[in-house]
């Protein structure tokens, strides 16, 4: 009976073909093992990915992150699964570990964008500066939060586009959240002739507003001559709404005030200019 070294290597360097095939033959119940474990662990991996995802919509954890955090989760499982399947093998773990932090090493230096994307991912999860559904602005992009993933963050726009920024774009740039607070406030400038009686048209706009249920009490409305224009006088507006409430509160007292003004008589101008022509 024929020996075969069970140096892989070494039968490869002699192009022993039967050797080869022999030492796989000798190997094959370690080979059905290692392909078990590491199905039956990806498998176990992935159920345990999806547990954790409804334990964390049952703690109320935000559900842009859960995706972010399933990744993660079900990555570490499955490579301790690969490395359980090559510890069945009778591969030395340490010396595989070596040699993958020195891939590691090489591959992170043609990836370091990659890398650093990821890592941004992980100082939003930790930082959490926006939650999903935030309505935040993020250089020249404004957008309603979706979802968090391991490079990037997905926005949706007002109009219902899909906008994706770079983990690293976000935390490099100034963040606006205007869903932090409960409350925003709404600064408003609507215009009045000159000829228009200032008091009453101030009278006017605190009522509309008292009128108006997306309009909090408190803090107090703060209505106000801004200033003196060239074609009309701008009245301040600031009233306080919640900030789930700002574009519909925005929107109705547009309409609001001009309806009233109309049934008070006071004149909303038009832009003007005075031309005085002077005689020799």
């Excluded at 919509?57 to 859960?66: E, F, N």
């Excluded at 976000?170 to 932090?180: A, E, K, R």
């Excluded at 228009?196 to 009522?207: F, N, P, R, T």
């Excluded at 224009?229 to 925005?250: E, R, T, V």
Aim: charged share 20%; proline share 3%.
């Amino acid at each position: 009976m024929k020996f075969y070294p069970l140096d892989l290597a070494e039968l490869i360097k002699e192009r022993d073909l039967e050797g080869i095939i022999a030492l796989i033959i000798s190997k094959l119940p370690l080979l059905i093992s290692a392909a078990i474990i590491i199905a039956v662990g990806f498998t176990v991996a992935n159920l345990i990915g999806k547990i954790l995802i409804k334990a964390l919509c049952a703690k109320g954890i935000d559900p842009s992150i859960h995706s972010f955090i399933r990744t993660i989760v079900t990555l570490i499982l499955k490579f301790a699964v690969i490395l359980s399947a090559l510890s069945t093998l009778n591969i030395d773990v340490n010396s595989f570990l070596t040699a993958l932090g020195a891939a590691g090493i090489t591959a992170g230096i043609g990836l370091q964008s990659s890398i650093s994307q990821l890592a941004s991912g992980i100082q939003i999860l930790v930082n959490h500066p926006f939650k999903s559904g935030d309505y935040i602005d993020i250089g020249s992009v404004s957008g309603k939060v979706h979802e968090i993933k391991m490079m990037y963050t997905e926005l949706i726009t007002l109009d219902n586009k899909r906008v994706i920024i770079p983990n690293s774009t976000i935390t490099s740039s100034n963040i606006i959240n205007y869903n932090s607070e409960s409350r925003r406030r709404l600064d408003l400038v609507f215009s009045v002739s000159y000829d228009a009686d200032i008091s009453k048209a101030k009278e006017v706009l605190l009522e509309t507003v008292k009128a108006n249920k997306l309009i909090l009490t408190d803090p107090a409305p703060i209505i106000a001559v801004k200033e003196h224009a060239s074609s009309s006088i701008n009245l301040a507006c600031l009233i306080w709404c919640s900030s789930d409430d700002y574009w519909d509160a925005f929107y109705s007292m547009q309409e609001a005030v001009k309806l009233a003004f109309d049934s008070n008589g006071i004149p909303i101008p038009y832009n003007q200019l005075d031309v005085h022509i002077v005689k020799e």
